[in-house]
C-alpha cells in the first residue's frame, strides 16, 4: 500500500466537520519523534502514559483529534482504540496545512475539554508555544526560541516537578541534518 493511499483513512473531526489529514513532513515526524520519545523515556514506570501521532483522541462528538504528541495520566481515559477525553498534555506540530486549526479551533477545543497543557511547536522556526489551562481556555504562558533562548534552554512540564526539555533535544534530528 503507497503512502498516500495509508493517509486516506486518516482524518480529524474539528467542530463537526470531518477534515482529511495529509502525510506530514519529515520534519514534522521528526520534532514529533523526539517528543514522543522523551516523554517515554521520562514516563518509563510512573503512571503517565505518551502517545504519538496516531492515537486518536475523542474530545466530544464533535471533535476528535490525532495528536503529535501527547501524555495521559488518568487511565480510565484509554481504550482499545483511542482516548476519551481530555489528555492531560497534548502537543500539536504546524505545518502549512493545518497551523490556522491549531491555533484556533483545537487551541479552543482543548480548552474547553479541560487540557491542562497544550504546546503549539513551530519546527522550522524552532519556537516552542506553552499554554496552560484557565478556567476552560488554554492562555499562552510561555513561547521558547532556540534564536532568543539558545539550545540549552528548558521547558518546564506542568505535570511534574522535574520534567525539563531541552529546545535542542526538541528540534535537533532534522534542523541539523536536513538544512
Known amino acids: 500500500m503507497a503512502v498516500s493511499e495509508r493517509y486516506k483513512e486518516r482524518y480529524e473531526i474539528i467542530n463537526g466537520e470531518t477534515v482529511m489529514m495529509t502525510p506530514p513532513a519529515m520534519v514534522h515526524q ?13 514516563l518509563k514506570g510512573k503512571v503517565c502514559r505518551a502517545y504519538g501521532d496516531n492515537t486518536l483522541v475523542k474530545l466530544d462528538d464533535e471533535n476528535q483529534f490525532m495528536p503529535d504528541a501527547m501524555i495521559v495520566c488518568d487511565w480510565s ?9 481530555a489528555p492531560d498534555l497534548v502537543v500539536e506540530i504546524l505545518s502549512p496545512s493545518t497551523a490556522k486549526v491549531d491555533r484556533t479551533s ?3 477545543a482543548y ?15 524552532e519556537i516552542v508555544e506553552v499554554y496552560y489551562q484557565n478556567d476552560g481556555r488554554l492562555i499562552l504562558s510561555e513561547v521558547y526560541s532556540i534564536d532568543e533562548n539558545g539550545p540549552d534552554a528548558e521547558i518546564k512540564v506542568s505535570l511534574y ?4 526539555i531541552k529546545l535542542e533535544d526538541v528540534f535537533d534530528t532534522y534542523m541539523k541534518h536536513c538544512k
Open 30 to 42: 521528526d520534532v514529533s519523534s523526539n517528543i514522543v520519545s522523551i516523554f517515554k523515556f521520562y
Open 77 to 85: 481515559k484509554i481504550n482499545k482504540t483511542y482516548i476519551k477525553g
Open 106 to 108: 483545537k487551541l479552543e
Open 111 to 125: 480548552g474547553k475539554a479541560g487540557v491542562k497543557e497544550y504546546w503549539i511547536v513551530s519546527p522550522l522556526e
Open 161 to 164: 516537578d522535574d520534567l525539563f
